[in-house]
C-alpha cells in the first residue's frame, strides 16, 4: 500500500492518485476503508492534499445505511455495513474502484460532489465508446435500455407480463436467471455501469464510485444492487462485447478524474 507523505513542508495543490492495488494485489476492504479514514484526517488536517485512492478489491459486499434487510443476500453471504450514503452493492475483481477524499466548502454541497463525479465517469465510458447518462432519482452512471414496448420477449411471454412492471415487490432474487441484474443487457433495460456512494465528514469526503470493467456481474444477482429492483448492471466489456481491462481504464479515468474535480469551481450549497 503506497503511503501519503507527511511533514512541514507545504501541500501541494491538485488532485493526487494513489494506487492501493490491483490484480493479484488486490486490497481487502477493511484494509481500504482504514487508509480511507487515515487519508481523511490528513486531509483535514491539510498534511495532504486532495487524495484519489484508486484500487480494486478482494470481493465483497458492501451496505450503505439506507439498505434493508430484504435487499441483502438470502443463502447469508456477509455483508460489511458501511458508513456511506446508499445501499447494498458488490465490490470486486474487475472494477476500478476510486475513493476521492476531497475537502469541500462549508455548507457542503453532498449532490453536487456526487454529480461531478458522474461527470468524470460519463467522459471515461465516452472514451472508449460507451453512452453513459444519469437516470433521474438514481445517483452512478448508467446505460439506458430500450422503451419497454420494444425489449424482447422472456420465455415467451410478453413484456408487458413482466412483473416489474405492476410490482413493487418484485424480487430478482427469486425469479430465475432470465431476471437476474447481470441479464439486464440481454433484456435491454436500463442497467447501472457505476455505483456512487459517499460520505462528508467535517467537510472531507470518503467513499466514491464503482466502475465495473470486466467482473464476473453474476455476484450482483445475490443481492438487489443499491435497493433497485426494476434494472440490472452492466460493464464496460459487455456493452462493448470485448474484453476490456483495469490497466486499459486507470489512466483514462485518472484524466477525466483530475479534469473534473480540478477543474470544478468548489461552491458552498446556496442556503
Known amino acids: 500500500m503506497t503511503a501519503i507523505s507527511r511533514g512541514e513542508t507545504p501541500v501541494p495543490e491538485g488532485l493526487r492518485f494513489v494506487h492501493l492495488g490491483f490484480g493479484a494485489e488486490a486490497v481487502e476492504y477493511e484494509s481500504a476503508w482504514q487508509e480511507q479514514r487515515r487519508v481523511h484526517a490528513a486531509r483535514f488536517a491539510d498534511e495532504v492534499p486532495d487524495t484519489c485512492l484508486l484500487l480494486e478489491h478482494q470481493a465483497v459486499y458492501t451496505a450503505g445505511r439506507r439498505t434493508s434487510d430484504d435487499e ?124 456512487i456512494g459517499i460520505r462528508v465528514a467535517k467537510g472531507v469526503t470518503m467513499h466514491g464510485f464503482a466502475l465495473n470493467v470486466n467482473p464476473d456481474n453474476t455476484s450482483f444477482d445475490k443481492i438487489v444492487p443499491c435497493g433497485i429492483r426494476d434494472a440490472g448492471v452492466a460493464s464496460l466489456a459487455n456493452e462493448l462485447g470485448r474484453e476490456i481491462t483495469i490497466a486499459d481504464v486507470l489512466p483514462v479515468a485518472e484524466k477525466h478524474l483530475r479534469d473534473v474535480l480540478e477543474g470544478a469551481e468548489l461552491l458552498p450549497r446556496a442556503v
Request: proline share 9%; net charge negative; hydrophobic share 35%.
Open 72 to 195: 441483502r443476500p438470502l443463502d447469508g453471504t456477509p455483508v460489511v455495513d458501511v458508513d456511506r450514503g446508499g445501499k447494498i452493492t458488490w465490490h470486486g475483481p474487475g472494477q476500478l474502484v476510486g475513493y476521492p477524499i476531497q475537502k469541500l466548502p462549508r455548507p457542503v454541497d453532498v449532490v453536487a460532489h456526487v454529480r461531478r463525479l458522474e461527470d468524470a465517469l460519463i467522459r471515461v465510458c465516452a472514451e472508449f465508446g460507451v453512452e453513459g447518462t444519469r437516470v433521474e432519482g438514481r445517483s452512478g452512471v448508467w446505460v439506458l435500455g430500450d422503451p419497454v414496448e420494444e425489449r424482447a420477449a422472456l420465455g415467451g411471454l410478453n413484456l408487458d407480463f413482466d412483473p416489474r412492471v405492476t410490482d413493487e415487490l418484485f424480487d430478482p432474487r427469486l425469479n430465475g436467471p432470465e431476471y437476474a441484474p447481470s441479464n439486464a443487457g440481454q433484456r435491454r433495460e436500463d442497467r447501472k455501469l457505476a455505483a
